[in-house]
């Protein structure tokens, strides 16, 4: 299963970028996904997630600031991050589970991205 994330880059806090997740259709359309990020020297978290229903969740730290959003039409998954700020420089992973694994957290996701930086200076 490939996922291909793209969108990342340098921006200064307060800035927006959009992150993009390219996957296959049949795991868009039966997988929790979720876009998962590590910095360096920290375990990866799960930063937001959409399941069943469209339902989404977010880290507490991103509330407000980030969308998950997916469109089934382009097999693509997004993250819209506004008002960016130097904590949000990390690598940002696509993530794909079965929804029943995926409510313990980034142990359930078993479907990975290759990756995207994301860093923003102050």
């Known amino acids: 299963v490939q996922l291909v994330e793209s969108g990342g880059g340098s921006e200064q806090a307060g800035g927006s970028l959009r992150l993009s997740c390219s996957a296959p259709?049949?795991?868009?359309?039966?997988?929790?996904m979720a876009w998962v990020r590590q910095a360096p020297g920290k375990e990866r978290e799960e930063v937001a997630s959409?399941?069943?229903?469209?339902?989404?969740r977010y880290a507490d730290s991103v509330k407000g600031r980030f969308t998950i959003s997916e469109d089934n039409a382009k097999n693509t998954l997004y993250l819209q991050m506004n008002e960016l700020k130097p904590e949000d420089t990390a690598m940002y992973y696509c993530?794909?589970?079965?929804?029943?694994?995926?409510?313990?957290?980034?142990?359930?996701?078993?479907?990975w991205g290759q990756g995207t930086q994301v860093t923003v200076s102050s």
């Open positions: 959409i399941g069943t229903y469209s339902m989404t």
């Open positions: 259709r049949y795991i868009i359309s039966n997988y929790c």
């Open positions: 993530a794909a589970g079965l929804c029943g694994a995926v409510v313990r957290g980034v142990a359930g996701y078993n479907y």
